[in-house]
T-cell receptor, first 110, second 116 residues
Framework: GENVEQHPSTLSVQEGDSAVIKCTYS??????FPWYKQELGKGPQLIID?????GEKKDQRIAVTLNKTAKHFSLHITETQPEDSAVYFC?????????FGAGTRLAVHP | DVKVTQSSRYLVKRTGEKVFLECVQD?????MFWYRQDPGLGLRLIYF???????EKGDIPEGYSVSREKKERFSLILESASTNQTSMYLC???????????????FGEGSRLTVL
């Protein structure tokens, strides 16, 4: 069945450093690749997404890159700040539903 | 502001009890979803619904059922709760994106269920 692998499971960086989270997927029909951020005690919230006709998308300090041939996509956060500390989930989807990765717990230390 | 409200943040139930988790959205979204969140497993889809009175099984529907009698409300039902259903349950809604059902999901804050 469809599968999404997310790495690393935990990531610790110093404030100001960059953070990269990677996901690989198995279903070649996937055409939608969102990233969600979940802060403590809250539900996940979409932070950026990309569709398969685009290779890269940027929104201020966050960017997502997609390699459809290799079936992987990545989240890049530059100039990290303590408020970036959260759990991040990648997901992939086709027509009907999203499959989520296991999550990455990012800790940004001042 | 977009809002998905889950009726209970924390519940404690006993094995064998019937459990109702309620979710209401105020965005007039067609699509509603129930996910289960467990450490190391991410979010797994239990059931989803694209319209009133319709439902489709997700990846882990066993032991669960759902009800969607009104567009804004989607209920998750555990007919006979078991300890392996102890988890965080997340409801979400979305609006179709260009004919696809994979648009932005708006999540509630979650319902943490403990089954003793």
């Amino acid at each position: 069945g469809e599968n999404v692998e997310q790495h690393p499971s935990t990531l610790s960086v110093q404030e100001g450093d960059s953070a990269v989270i990677k996901c690989t997927y198995s279903d070649s029909a996937s055409n939608y690749f969102p990233w969600y951020k979940q802060e403590l005690g809250k539900g996940p919230q979409l932070i950026i997404d990309i569709r398969s006709n685009v290779g890269e998308k940027k929104d201020q300090r966050i960017a997502v890159t997609l390699n459809k041939t290799a079936k992987h996509f990545s989240l890049h956060i530059t100039e990290t700040q303590p408020e970036d500390s959260a759990v991040y989930f990648c997901a992939t989807g086709g027509y009907n539903k999203l499959i989520f990765g296991a999550g990455t717990r990012l800790a940004v230390h001042p | 502001d977009v809002k998905v409200t889950q009726s209970s943040r924390y519940l404690v139930k006993r094995t064998g009890e019937k459990v109702f988790l309620e979710c209401v959205q105020d965005m007039d979204h067609e699509n509603m979803f129930w996910y289960r969140q467990d450490p190391g497993l991410g979010l797994r889809l239990i059931y989803f619904s694209y319209d009133v009175k319709m439902k489709e099984k997700g990846d882990i529907p066993e032991g669960y059922s759902v009800s969607r009698e009104k567009k804004e409300r989607f209920s998750l039902i555990l007919e006979s709760a078991s300890t392996n259903q102890t988890s965080m349950y997340l409801c979400a809604s979305s609006y179709p994106h260009r004919g696809q059902n994979t648009g932005e999901l708006f999540f509630g804050e979650g319902s943490r269920l403990t089954v003793l």
